[in-house]
Structures are given as C-alpha cells and as structure tokens.
C-alpha cells in the first residue's frame, strides 16, 4: 500500500523515459509527441552496437537536444548492445534512483496528445486509492464517442506505461531460482484470475523461467502479482504500437493481430475508476474466446483444404 500524499503529484516529480536502440526515424517521432506535452525530466536511452551507432542516430540525438533545451535532458547512448532485457531494466532502476516516479515510453509506442497528463492523473489515482502498481497506456478496445475510464486489471500492456519507485521495488527479471508457483499461491490476485488465464499466465512465466533474457515485461507481471500489486489501464487505448512488421522488432516483427487497433487511440482525459473483474469477465473474456473459436474455425478450414 502507498502512503497518501496531501498535495497530487506534478510532471515534476516524475522521470519522462524514452527507449530506443536502431530505429531512429521512430525515436524521432516518440521525441516530437512527448515534447508536445509540458514535462520536465526527459531521459533518452539508446542500446548500443554497430546497428544502432549510425549518422541517423547521431541527426536524432542532435535533434532531442534542441527540442528538449528548455528541459532537464540526460541522453545516453550505450557502446555495447546490452540486449532488450538488461537495457529497458537497467534504465527504469536509473531513472527512479533519481525520481520518485517514472513514465515509460519505448520507440514504437505511439502516443495521443493527452498521454502524458492521462499518465499523470493515473498515478495520482492510484496514490489516491493508496494502490502500489502500474498505470498502463494501452487497450485492445477504441471508441471516439464513449467516455474513457481507468479499469484495475492485474496484468496490464506496458506500450506506454508508468509506475513509482516502490512499485518497481525488488523487480527481478532473472527468475531463473524463483518458486514461481509456490510465490503465486499466496497471492489474492492470482488466486482470483480467471483458470483460463492462469494457466496461460504460468505458461509465460515458466518460459521465461528458463529463458530470462527472451523479454523484461512478462516477468514484471509476475512481481505485480506475486505482491498483489492493483495496476490500471483505460478501456479504450491512449497508446499503441507501430513496430508489427518491422524486421528490426525483437518481438514485434510479425503482422499485428486484428483485435489490436494500435492506429486508433482515444484523445481523451481521464480519471474515474471501474471495476476489473465486471470489464474482464463480461466484455474481455468472451472477446477473446470468440477471437480463439474464429481462429480455430480457420485453422480447420484450411487443415482440410490441404487433404
């Protein structure tokens, strides 16, 4: 639980971090979205190697310096490729050395115009319900017309995301000599999800048990729910992803699914809550399995095509 706080928290008090490694022309938009909205701490990570070290690099580093001259702005530009993992981890546990607080944002994640406030009012929202989780920027669902609300949800997108120093507190992603069913049992959280999506859920952390490098954020759904952490995300997406289909993607290089509409993202602001469980049950749940019934359906079709 987080200590109430007498006065909300400002874009001050928060770390603005960007991520990328070789693809300066996306790194460029993330910069000119971001500096569309007031913030104050920028932080430019860049993974290192020959792919990323090029002159399209070097015209993109020279360019946030001049977008961001009336901020504070620590660029770094690492020698060596650390790896997706070790990079993305390494930079969130920097930047929260230095702030209480910290939205992250990596190179393919598109933003709305309001993300930077909506990530705000989602931080101040969980230290007004006195909740340690992350706030999420993403959704599987658009509308233009409804109004959007936060929703809880224990296993939140991280396309566009924030959280505070507590709640990344302790976040391993080498979970190489964790009892990972064993930490999971003791957790309301888990023991509350849906068995469809705990089985799916041990499936991913078992993999990554014997792969810890394969990503970084599956394995902060396990800290997030080992600690009964209470994360939220809107109903309809103020962010997105542009990188399915790019060769350059670690792993988003395949064609993006049909249920994501990741061009689509809604513009408004918002700050009310509703429940988790009425959102998943009710509306997501049976989304998903009418999206497996389909993809079976074609699956087959297509099975008896060949014979």
């Not at 971090?17 to 790194?27: D, I, S």
């Not at 690099?57 to 961001?68: H, I, L, P, Q, T």
């Not at 393919?108 to 909740?131: A, H, P, R, T």
Request: charged content about 25%; glycine content about 4%; overall charge positive.
């Amino acid at each position: 639980m987080v200590k109430k706080l007498e006065t909300p928290i400002s874009i001050t008090d928060v770390g603005v971090l960007l991520l990328g490694f070789n693809r300066p022309e996306l790194l460029k938009k993330r910069i000119l979205q971001v500096c569309e909205s007031e913030v104050t701490n920028i932080y430019i990570s860049i993974d290192g190697g020959d792919l990323s070290h090029t002159p399209e690099m070097d015209s993109v580093k020279k360019f946030a310096e001049n977008v961001f001259q009336n901020c504070s702005l620590r660029l770094t530009h690492h020698e060596e490729n650390l790896g997706m993992t070790r990079h993305i981890s390494s930079s969130i546990s920097k930047v929260l050395s230095l702030h209480d607080y910290i939205i992250v944002v990596e190179d393919d994640v598109v933003l709305s115009k309001n993300f930077i406030q909506n990530m705000l009012l989602g931080l101040n929202v969980l230290i007004k319900k006195e909740y340690l989780g992350v706030v999420s920027g993403h959704s599987s669902f658009f509308n233009k017309n409804l109004k959007n609300k936060w929703r809880r949800i224990y296993t939140p997108s991280f396309w566009g995301w924030a959280c505070s120093k507590d709640t990344w507190e302790n976040y391993n992603f080498d979970l190489t000599n964790t009892c990972i069913e064993d930490d999971l049992s003791k957790s309301n959280s888990w023991n509350s999800m849906h068995k469809f999506q705990r089985n799916y859920m041990l499936g991913q952390f078992l993999k990554l048990q014997r792969d810890p490098l394969f990503t970084w954020d599956v394995q902060l759904w396990f800290h997030l729910l080992k600690n009964d952490f209470e994360s939220i995300a809107p109903i309809f997406a103020f962010s997105g992803n542009e990188g399915f289909g790019d060769t350059r993607a670690g792993h988003t290089n395949y064609n993006k699914p049909r249920y994501i509409k990741n061009h689509k993202i809604s513009e408004r602001l918002i700050s009310k809550t509703t429940n988790y469980s009425y959102f998943y049950e009710v509306l997501y749940l049976p989304f998903l399995k009418h999206e497996l019934k389909k993809f079976l359906k074609k699956a087959k079709y297509r099975i008896e095509k060949l014979f």
